[in-house]
């Protein structure tokens, strides 16, 4: 059996969860996040808990699958999730352009408008050098980050660009100069 699968979800309270054919929706004080649910697996709950059942052998990579999404869920809609970015570079920064638009300028010609997608948000630290973002729905919140950080990737050479915070960044040598 997975190991993962295995383990009861706490339901905290104000927490709600239903499950409709093969889509399961958690409610929660911060929002409401839908996943679906693949064949072969059951939710039910037992004494405050979720718990994660399996039709058979088969669906075991998937039991342990279905227990992330369902757990990272709850706690999106009673904590929240955070990823933070930082910007390095001379010039390098990010700003907020109403509720739903982050600037960058991250030393292309051009300032750089990023919409953020329903159900994400986004602030700039009074430097406009640290980015949190910020959101209940864990994968978003992560493509959101991944894609922030594609617009200039850490360099590295200069280790220069948008790169997730606590990020090691291994830094190469230059070309050695001439003899």
């Known amino acids: 059996m997975s190991r993962i699968g295995k383990k009861p979800i706490a339901v905290p309270k104000g927490v709600t969860f ?3 054919g093969d889509v399961v929706t ?3 004080p ?8 693949p064949g072969g697996v059951k939710l039910a709950l037992e004494d405050g808990n979720i718990v994660v059942t399996r039709d058979d052998e088969s669906k075991r990579a998937i039991h342990g699958l279905v227990r992330a999404l369902v757990n990272n869920a709850v706690e999106g809609v009673t904590k929240g999730w955070t990823r933070n970015l930082e910007i390095v570079g001379i010039g390098y920064r990010a700003e907020l ?11 292309y010609s051009h300032p750089i408008e990023y919409p953020l ?5 986004a602030a700039v630290d009074a430097k406009q050098t640290a980015l949190t973002i910020t959101g209940i729905d864990r994968q978003k919140v992560g493509q959101v980050a991944a894609e922030m950080r594609a617009l200039r990737p850490p360099d590295p050479y200069k280790n220069k ?7 090691k960044l291994k830094k190469k040598v230059g070309k050695t100069g001439a003899k």
């Open 18 to 20: 239903n499950v409709q």
């Open 26 to 28: 958690v409610k929660g």
């Open 30 to 37: 911060k929002g409401t996040v839908s996943n679906h649910l």
């Open 97 to 107: 352009k109403g509720k739903g638009t982050v600037v960058f300028t991250l030393g």
């Open 117 to 121: 997608p329903t159900g994400i948000e």
């Open 161 to 167: 660009g948008v790169r997730y915070a606590g990020e």
